[in-house]
């Protein structure tokens, strides 16, 4: 009787479970559950003492209610699994997904993140529609299919892991990114805020600059090449290449820039001029060069930007400071294993044209003085003329023993005459082409008088060309004409040649019924851009002068071989080389008094506008 009652109780139990209110409350379910651990250890008890009592059948049905129990035990656990996973996903939803849909903190979420947390939304609302699926079912339905839901509550939760993995993953490398990103503006802002001047040798003010002529200048250009490519630690750092103006020192500096530039060397390179205000600044010489070493390689950054987070007005600093904190110290910084294999190129032209030589040359013995500390090799190429200073830094002590010194009055009268000649015939052969003059033009003794006129200057036949193939003259062979149309002798004096032209040039611009208002416009025009030493546009020009725009350009029409004469009127004119300058202010090289520029007169003048 008793096993009848308990084999009664437990089959009510079950029916009670089987129709269990599916919306009762937490605690209940735990009551529920915990009565169902009772009632399973029960039945495993019973099904183990009614062994060997001889009553047909009972333990195939207590073994059944036990399977039954278990099963409502596996529906019960199913049923909690999916409540807390419905729970963790509104944990989700609470804590990632919508305050991340706030439009203020949204802005900042990198927008591959922003994806990553749009594809978990749409897996949520997934795995909820399941879970309300499964609430909706009956107690039946549960019980009869608990294997099935077991199986969909496993990959439901792998669904769930993999897209908070995903998520994790994605987002510590979006932020990454984002940081390094963020990192890399601020260095780029650091970087852009160090003053630096437009005097690279590709900077598109030079518009005028030009490569040595293949075939020209070889034995200079091997010079140079050998000693670039000497990798022995005791051979000189600088190389020191020193001549007169006009003998394309500019031009070989050009040559060397491009060529260590091609082969990934050229760390920085800087050409002065005095015809510019901040190409000619003493002050934008080095925090140039830091910035273009910033950009030349990422170790050079990194230590270069950390300088200027700690001091970021370390550009307008004096230029001591600016060697020290800016190149030296960042420089001796880089990492052994991160510095560059091959040797580093700064590339200087033109030093004798920055408006305090003196003490850029003293800084400059500073950076060399440190470059054996740098963490790699360092090289530093530079060109100007023989000026005092410059030559007796060069060839004394502490630079001459690292400076390898070539003088280019050295170089022997027939090799810089065969190379201005090969420059003349090529140019002039293309000239000839454009212009549709029957060969042979010009003659070999057209050529030769040429040749004899620029003695070692190129800068002549540079001039002679511009004035020869004057667009506004169209008439090539006419040009070459005049230019030889006076008798020439040379008497050894370098510059003869080129002031004879320079004369020819003038002399023609102004050729006609000349009258003082014509040689006045010429003084004010041309003894403005002379004296200011700065480039100005056609129209700023006559707004200085108080002159209408063509009155400026007819004053510097016929100049176009020696100034840089702009179509229109807000581009600005440029004299084209320095020694053009220095003959219109020499009172002995430049013999008509009429184009003389007197540069005294022409500062009292200037400060009466």
């Not at 529906?75 to 729970?87: C, G, K, P, S």
């Not at 060397?265 to 015809?275: K, M, N």
């Not at 050295?410 to 000239?431: A, C, Q």
């Not at 725009?549 to 071989?561: D, F, K, M, P, S």
Request: glycine share 4%; charged share 25%.
């Amino acid at each position: 009787m008793r096993i009848r009652f308990l084999y009664r109780s437990v089959v009510g139990f079950v029916l009670r479970v089987l129709h269990r209110d599916k919306h009762a409350t937490h605690q209940e379910n735990y009551s529920g559950h915990s009565a169902m651990a009772s009632l399973v250890l029960a039945l495993t008890i019973m099904n183990r003492a009614l062994d060997g009592v001889p009553i047909p059948g009972i333990q195939g049905a207590i073994a059944a209610l036990l399977e039954v129990v278990r099963t409502l035990r596996h529906v019960d656990e199913n049923a909690q699994e999916f409540a807390y996973l419905r729970e963790k996903v509104l944990l989700i939803d609470r804590e990632i997904v919508k305050p991340l849909s706030d439009p203020t903190m949204r802005a900042n979420v990198p927008q591959s993140l922003q994806t990553d947390i749009e594809n978990l939304v749409r897996d949520m609302r997934d795995i909820v529609g399941t879970c309300q699926s499964y609430v909706r079912k009956s107690s039946m339905e549960k019980f009869f299919g608990y294997a099935e839901d077991i199986a969909i509550l496993e990959s439901l939760n792998r669904q769930m892991d993999d897209a908070l993995k995903w998520l994790t993953t994605r987002g510590v490398i979006s932020l990454r990114i984002e940081a390094e990103a963020v990192r890399r503006r601020m260095i780029t802002d650091l970087l852009n805020r160090l003053p630096h001047a437009q005097a690279r040798y590709d900077a598109g003010v030079r518009n005028q600059a030009s490569s040595c002529l293949e075939g020209t200048r070889t034995a200079l250009l091997q010079a140079i090449q050998h000693w670039i490519d000497d990798d022995n630690p005791q051979a000189p750092q600088v190389f020191w290449l020193c001549g007169l103006a006009g003998t394309g020192k500019s031009t070989v500096a050009q040559t060397v820039a491009e060529t260590l530039q091609k082969s990934n060397r050229l760390g920085a390179s800087f050409f002065f001029s005095r015809d510019e205000a901040e190409r000619r600044n003493p002050l934008l010489l080095f925090s140039s060069i830091a910035y273009q070493l910033a950009w030349f390689h990422t170790s050079f950054q990194r230590c270069i930007a950390s300088s200027l987070e700690s001091n970021p007005d370390l550009g307008r600093a004096v230029m001591r400071t600016q060697v020290e904190k800016l190149i030296i110290e960042p420089l001796q910084k880089v990492p052994i294993n991160e510095a560059p294999r091959s040797p580093v190129f700064i590339v200087i032209d033109a030093l004798d044209e920055c408006n305090d030589v003196e003490r850029v040359i003293d800084r400059i013995i500073i950076l060399a003085s440190e470059l054996p500390t740098l963490p790699f090799r360092f090289k530093i190429f530079i060109t100007s003329r023989a000026d005092p200073h410059i030559s007796n830094t060069f060839t004394s002590s502490p630079m001459a023993p690292i400076t390898r010194a070539f003088l280019l009055h050295d170089i022997e009268k027939p090799i810089v005459k065969g190379d201005i000649r090969l420059y003349l015939s090529h140019h002039l052969t293309k000239i000839a082409e454009r212009y549709s003059i029957p060969l042979p033009w010009p003659s070999q003794e057209q050529l030769t008088a040429l040749v004899d006129r620029a003695g070692d200057l190129f800068i002549f036949a540079v001039t002679a060309l511009k004035f020869i193939s004057d667009a506004h003259q169209c008439d090539p062979q006419a040009q070459l004409d005049f230019l030889l149309a006076e008798e020439y002798s040379e008497d050894g004096k370098p510059y003869k040649g080129m002031n004879h032209l320079y004369l020819r040039i003038l002399r023609e611009s102004i050729a006609g019924e000349v009258d003082d208002t014509v040689l006045q416009r010429f003084q004010s025009v041309v003894g403005t851009l002379v004296v200011l030493q700065d480039p100005l546009s056609m129209k700023v020009l006559g707004d200085l002068l108080r002159m209408r725009t063509e009155a400026v350009r007819g004053a510097l029409a016929g100049l176009h071989a020696v100034i840089v004469v702009p179509s229109g009127k807000d581009q600005e004119i440029r004299l084209i080389h320095p020694s053009f300058v220095e003959f219109l202010t020499s009172r002995k090289r430049c013999s008509d008094d009429r184009l003389f520029i007197d540069e005294a007169l022409h500062d009292l003048r200037l400060a009466k506008l």
